[in-house]
């Protein structure tokens, strides 16, 4: 008998929110908020209440959202906070109308990077073939997987539950499906600490009725535009021709868009894949500012340009696109890339592209992070022999910065 393919995708519940929640168990059915600040709640509440553990410290002292003032943005929020609405990506203040009392924590990227690897470990002990889709979500391919199949995958997603929350003290929500696709809208179903299991048959009673941004893939352009032509769900989109849809969306699109609202993905689990980019990001003691702090800011960027070409030659990798990142004192992010004609790993040329990528940002807000990637990647001999070797240093046009920015010269 061969097995019916069974894929899960697995989301952690609130995730910034409930790891801090692990460290302020006083605070559990409390809307709580994530975002802003840029000191760990911990060392500022400890400084009030020396010698007191933090589980003790009384939720009253906490600080709360009507007291906010800034221009920062929600990163997540406990369930009780979104009942009255609140949410991620949301301004601080506008939450703040919403849900005054909820209680505003920063992000401890450090803590909330540590529990990543633990409810991923947790789950490769039961399940090996993960494909890892950010910091708290994962595929997991449950087909061949002793158990994988019984009760379509209920079983095994149980199993995987019960086993991050006794190592971690966590909640994820699991959608177990024929796919990938599936898999993704089925994990939603049920938030938090919730199985979804869906059946081929399911498709045209679950998935049809879901508007059409719940197809990952499906974007607000897309979304638009589908909208014009009174396309709403996602039963919309599967009564069309697919020829119509090509008409409308181009061959590859229109052609998947069709495919995906008939509930079909063949995308296999990727357990492993060549490295897509090589990163280098720093957080800085204090927020930095462009033009104040521009020798530091400087020698910093070139530092981390360094690094990733050190990192590339080290592993044998040439790219092509170069990027930065950006965090403000906002917590807002921001990344631009360019594309240049020849691989590289020389930190000079990374430098010089990634300085005319700082140019388009506008700088006049402080920075907290910043970062140096290069992407598009490819082993060095492969595409030395592609490109006949050596590095071009030819000069490489970038978009000019919107007019009135302010932007960096120096780099
Ligand atoms: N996150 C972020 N910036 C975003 C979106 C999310 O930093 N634009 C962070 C905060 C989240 C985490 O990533 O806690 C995971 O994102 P999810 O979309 O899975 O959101 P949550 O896990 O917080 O909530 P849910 O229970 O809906 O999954
Ligand atoms: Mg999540």
Redesign the pocket.
Known sequence: MTAIRRIAHL????????VELLRFPQLKGLPVV?GGGRRRADELLRERFTGLPLSEIPPDAFPVLKDYVGRGVI???T?PARQFGVG??MGMMKAARLCPQAIVLP?DFEE?RRFSRLFKGTIAEIAPVIEDR????VYVDFTEVPSGQLEGGRVLARRIQQAIFERTGLTC?IGVAPNKLIAKMAS?FD??NGISVVYPEDVQARIWPLPVRKINGIGPKAEAKLAKLHLHAIGDIAAQERGWLIDNFGQAYGGWMHDAAWGRDERPVVTYSEPVSMSRETTFERDLHAVRDRAELGAIFTHLCEQVAGDLRRKGYVGKTIGIKLRFEDFRTATRDHTIPDFTSDPAMIRRIAGQCLKRVDLSRRLRLLGVRVGKLAKAETAQAATGGGESASAHRVAEPAPGERTLDLF
Do not use: L, Q, R
């Open positions: 989301d952690m519940d609130a995730f910034f929110a409930s994530i990163t997540t929020a369930y991620s990506a992000v909330v950010g910091i708290d979500e929500s939603e938030k938090p």
